[in-house]
């Protein structure tokens, strides 16, 4: 099977998932309303005591910028309370289980103790990443993108191991390393398959969109812009849902050996081959895995 088909096959058996329980798809939805309300209220708190209006401009006061870390910690919370809830849920559906939006953030919240600190990792990485790209321009940019694709393949299943592990951020940092030499492969090929599943509407939402400026008429600009976003959230919940079904699915081969639910129809030997370790082959023989909406693919 080439990669291709094996991105392929991984997206269609996600997407059964999804299909068979549509509950799923809530958490990509709750985490971006929970992230939106954050910016709300962060900018409106910057807006109101965080700028300093000068002779020479405006700048950020203090406060402004202690909001603003305080908006990253938010935003990290929020994304990764919800994928903790998700993983939670697709968990329970691939078990053969039927699994609700109580039950899964009922599993998320005794995990609130672990998820917590794995946030602030997490929002730490991403403002050292952000001030690496403004302090060194085009060069930074490209530093801070690749150091960041790094970092979402080797924590992609960080919080699948704290929600079913219930472990810390350090030991959940180091296992998800360890499981990721295990299936590196599997990895890299289900975050570039899902991306590519994103691409064809992203191109047909900017497609639409550029049909609706060059319009150059609000009658006929608006209407399709608004398609546009629409389609555009509609994909990022679907895609972002498929991720956190997909990262479940790995983390049960990685670590257990074993292909759950939907995806236990695959040609195993060429869709889920573990790299070969030292004395195995399997996750169940490793010692004994990140992520985010919206990051993350996730991913956050």
Partial sequence: MSRFQTSWEIAKRSWA???SDKTLAWFPVLSALGSLLVVAIIGGLIALAGIDSTSTGDS??????VLIVVAYLALAIVQTYFLAALVAGADQRLRGNDSTVRTALDIANSRLHRLLPWAVVTATVTMVLQAIEERFGIVGTIIGSLLGAAWSVVT???VPIIVFEDVGPVNALKRSGTLLKQTW???IIGQGGLGLLMLLPMLVAFGIGAL?????TAVVAIPLIGVAVVLLLLAT???????????TALYHFAADGRVPGEFSDLDLHDAFRPRRLGRGTGGAAGSG???GFFGGPSNN
């Fill in 237 to 247: 919940v679907i895609v972002n849902a498929l991720s956190g079904i997909y990262r």
């Fill in 212 to 216: 609706g400026v060059a319009s150059g």
């Fill in 156 to 158: 992609f299943l960080a």
């Fill in 185 to 187: 492969g599997e990895n």
């Fill in 60 to 65: 950020l006061q203090p406060i402004g910028w």
């Fill in 289 to 291: 895995g990140i992520g």
């Fill in 17 to 19: 998932v999804l299909k």
